[in-house]
Structures are given as C-alpha cells and as structure tokens.
C-alpha cells in the first residue's frame, strides 16, 4: 500500500512537470525606492547572467519567468543580501519585506516551496544564531574557572540546540523525499566543515527519490552523485578501519630467486608488498596466479611488488610453474620448504598471502582477485 502510494505521488510529478508555463515574481520593499533588485535562475553548469529592475516609487517590483518544472532562483539585492525562492510553473510568488533588512524580515506568499524555504531558514536562523552565541561564550570562558560550571550548561544546551534542529530537518527530509526542498533542507550547515544533517541514510533516501522525479535537474543531479562520493567515502574508510585493526609487525625473509641470488623483504620497505605463500605443486595456487600476475601488472609501477615465497622442494616444478604462469615479480625459495618464513608467518594453508604497507606492517591477510584488487585501488586510488 505504501509503495502504492509512493507511486502515485512520483507519477502525479511526472505528470504535472511535462508542461511549461509562465510564472511571476513580484512585491514590495519598503524603503527601497529607486534601487536596484536583481533575479537569476540558480544553476550548476553555468551562470545566465542576472535579470534586473528598479523598484518603483513604492518599491515594488515584478518577473516572471518559464519553467515546466520546480526550480531555485536567486532574489537578490546585493552579493551579501539574498532570499533563495522554489518556484513552480504558473505560480504567483509575492514577497513583502523591507529594503533594508530584506533578508531578515521578508514575507513570501503564493510559492508553496519558497514558503517552505523561508521556513527552513526561520528555524535555522534562531538555531544557528543560538548554537554561535554558545561558541563565542565558550571561547571566551573556557579558561576561567569562575566559569566552570557554567560551560557545562552551555556545552549541553549547545548540543541540545544542535541536536534538535538537526532531528527536524532529518523528520522534515524523511516526509518530503519527492520535494526540492529537501535538497535545500540536505545543505543547511553549521560551518564550513559540518552539515545539519550528517544521517548517510537520509541522504541516499532522498537523493534516490529525487534522483527519480528530477533526472535532469542540477542540484539533484550533483546531490546524487555527492552521495554516491560520500557512499565510497565511508566504505574506505570501513576498509582503512579494517586495515588497520590488523596492523602487526613482521619479521624480514632473505631467499634465493630463481637466479639464486638472495632476496630480503625488507629491501623492499617504501613499497605495499604482497607476501605470497605458494606451491608449484599445489592446484588452487596455479589457478591464482594468473589473477596475481594481472594484478601485479597494473600496479606495479605504482608502489606495488609482490613476494611470492615458494614452500616447494623441487626446483624444476617451480621454476617450470614461474615460466609457465608469467610470474615476473619477486619469486623466491630454498626448495627445502621454506620453513623458517613458514613459520614466522604462521602459514597453515595454501596459497596465503599479507599485504605489508610501507613500513613493512601486516594491514590485510589473505586477500583474494576481486578483494585484493579492491584494496590497491583503495590505496592507490
């Protein structure tokens, strides 16, 4: 029933966003006669340049404009004094305010999505003018201890303020998924390093669901593929987590190549290494190297080497397996097994590998093709 009805509202969008038709901007600016208001569509690609006209001798003024769907525009009086308006097709927004404090006290009417806006603003306004008084009294107490008891309230009413504010706009944006005025809502921010709404999940919901109704239009466009960035974002930081929690010290390994000259691990610090345990004579190790030969190709010139330690005992099966599976990196082994690596690295299967990074710490075991591919492009990315 309720994706029925999900349905129903996206179709009845779709429906009414096909036709273009023309709507007007107009009002009155007390005290503002004579001066100039100028108007511009919001866009991300490129900028039209600003329509303008001199309010009249009661400082009102008028637009109009097309447009077959909702779209931002900017009403403007100067670079530091402006109102962000959504407007529809066929809609008559009059906005009524005073000139010299026309960001402050305007009024709007006939735009159901610019009367959310100004909603939107009202209430971030007063939180943000709350959560600011709170910062510079912090600032300017935090090191007297006259007033230790008192930053204890601010600092909880501060969050209380932060909070609260960031809790409406999420229930506003989680009831709103098809409107345009949830991408305005998505990017209210308390400072230049901190959205009010910091919930992924509200923002892929949203995204999702105007990405649906609005294929074309730019600021949805660029708050969807903000989010997809913010998805990869958070999923690399899970991996560099992962990573991390892993992270061990090693012991160096020093083996003969193929060519009998000896090969140290640690010759090889500065560089991601893959330390790789395998047998010539061992099925699923011939199966993986082909993957780790491909892999090896394409990142080898980027700070990548592979260490494949060798556990055989026949010389001639080993170095017919290197030739026979184009292994060109690092192969060494004693063909006595290998046993002291073996058991330093505690390897009870194969093939097995760890991923050392720079400094020759373990940072992921036992990475496989897809996986391992992952992990460098992560790392190399």
């Not at 530091?80 to 960001?103: M, P």
């Not at 601010?154 to 989680?174: E, G, R």
């Not at 009831?175 to 305005?184: G, I, R, W």
């Not at 373990?362 to 992560?378: M, V, Y």
């Amino acid at each position: 029933m309720k994706k029925a009805f999900y349905l129903l509202i996206v179709l009845s969008i779709l429906f009414a966003c096909g036709k273009k038709s023309n709507f007007t901007i107009s009002g009155q600016l007390d005290g503002g006669a004579g001066q100039t208001i100028y108007f511009n569509k919001i866009l991300i690609s490129n900028k039209l340049p600003d329509d303008s006209i001199k309010l009249d001798k009661d400082g009102k003024f008028s637009f109009k404009g097309i447009t077959s769907s909702p779209a931002f525009y900017l009403l403007k009086l100067s670079k530091n004094s402006f109102v962000t308006l959504l407007v529809d097709s066929a809609e008559n927004a009059y906005i009524q305010g005073s000139y010299k404090n026309f960001t402050r006290d305007y009024k709007v009417k006939g735009s159901i999505g610019s009367e959310i806006l100004l909603d939107l603003d009202n209430r971030f306004s007063s939180a943000k003018a709350q959560v600011d008084s709170l910062r510079k009294l912090y600032s300017l107490h935090k090191d007297d201890p006259l007033f230790a008891s008192k930053i204890e309230e601010w600092n909880a009413y501060y969050t209380v303020v932060k909070t609260d504010h960031s809790n409406y706009v999420t229930s506003f944006i989680k009831k709103n998924p098809f409107s345009l005025t949830s991408v305005y809502a998505l990017y209210q921010k308390w400072d230049d390093n901190s959205f009010v709404v910091n919930d992924l999940q509200t923002m892929k919901t949203a995204a999702s669901a105007l990405f649906s109704v609005y294929p074309k239009n730019e600021q949805v466009i660029a708050l969807y593929n903000n989010t997809l960035q913010y998805v990869k974002q958070e999923q690399n930081k899970r991996l560099t987590s992962v990573l991390q929690e892993n992270a061990v010290n090693t012991t160096n390994i020093a083996l003969p190549d193929a060519d009998g000259r000896e090969r140290t691990l640690w010759s090889l610090r500065g560089k991601y290494v893959l330390v790789h345990f395998w047998s010539a004579k061992d099925r699923a190790s011939r199966i993986v190297n082909p993957v780790l030969s491909e892999i090896y190709n394409k990142f080898k010139n980027r700070g990548f080497e592979i260490f494949m330690v060798s556990v055989d005992n026949d010389r001639v099966a080993w170095m017919d397996a290197i030739a026979n599976d184009n292994l060109s990196c690092i192969n060494v082994g004693d063909m006595k097994g290998s046993f002291q690596a073996v058991t330093n690295y505690n390897i009870q299967e194969l093939p097995f590998n760890y991923l050392l990074d720079k400094e020759g710490n373990i940072i992921a075991r036992n990475l496989k093709g897809p996986a391992l591919n992952q992990a460098l492009s992560n790392i190399f990315k």
